[in-house]
């Protein structure tokens, strides 16, 4: 399995509140993005990254940006979380457009 | 804009039995992946379908593509309780950067004895 980690795993916040979830992987991918599951809408792209520091938006990217200062780390920022943003949120990364796409185990964010 | 359906969104089946589910997608593509969920758990990569007519078979599950049709079929054969999970399938298209995947809303699939 590809060593892809997310921090943290569970969350609970408050509206208005900044949050940032962390994707770590030890693959030395360089393509990784970001999404997020919510019932009865599969798994919608908020970001995704094909490099340092080059990243775009996804179809549900609004409220939401991220940053990739290392090839290892993938960063998604709520600014001001809204009770919308609860959801299941996954990191996923691969080596190479076409390739096998490896998933994180998810992180769990509530905003109440 | 790429859209993903799937279908249909819920299945229900006696062990022993065979069915198939269906995965729909807009425009033309490169690239179709299945996926599989099981629940609270991540997903893991069942199938990646790279061109019209490629057929794949793991275990009790063949996926399909047909691009003309824009069309993929996950044919479950002589199911068992174990298959029991959420099935994606997602589309790939370039876009000369990282290429999005799009996902289908998924199938549960639950098999009963």
């Known amino acids: 399995d590809a060593g892809i980690t997310q921090s943290p795993r569970h969350k609970v916040t408050e509206t208005g509140t900044p949050v940032t979830l962390r994707c770590h992987q030890t693959e030395n991918h360089r393509y990784m993005y970001w999404y997020r599951q919510d019932p009865g809408h599969g798994l919608r792209l908020i970001h995704y990254s094909y490099g340092v520091k080059d990243t775009d938006k996804g179809e549900v990217s609004d409220g939401y940006s991220v940053s990739r200062s290392k090839t290892e780390d993938f960063l998604l920022t709520l600014e001001s979380a809204t009770s919308s943003q609860t959801s299941v949120y996954f990191c996923?990364?691969?080596?190479?457009?076409?390739?096998?796409?490896?998933f994180g185990e998810g992180s769990r964010l509530t905003v109440l | 804009e790429l859209k993903v359906e799937q279908n249909p969104l819920f299945l229900s089946m006696q062990e022993g039995k065979n069915y198939t589910i269906y995965c729909n997608y807009s425009?033309?593509?490169?690239?179709l992946y299945w996926y599989r969920q099981d629940p609270g758990k991540s997903l893991e990569s069942l199938f990646v379908l790279l061109s019209n007519g490629a057929v794949k078979q793991e275990g009790r599950l063949m996926a399909s593509l047909d691009t003309k049709a824009r069309l993929s079929t996950l044919h479950i054969t002589a199911a068992v309780h174990d298959l029991s999970a959420t099935y994606f399938c997602a589309v790939e298209k370039n876009n000369n950067a990282g290429n999005m995947l799009t996902f289908g809303g998924g199938t549960r699939l639950m098999v009963k004895p």
């Open positions: 425009t033309t593509s490169d690239r």
């Open positions: 996923a990364s691969r080596t190479r457009v076409g390739g096998e796409l490896f």
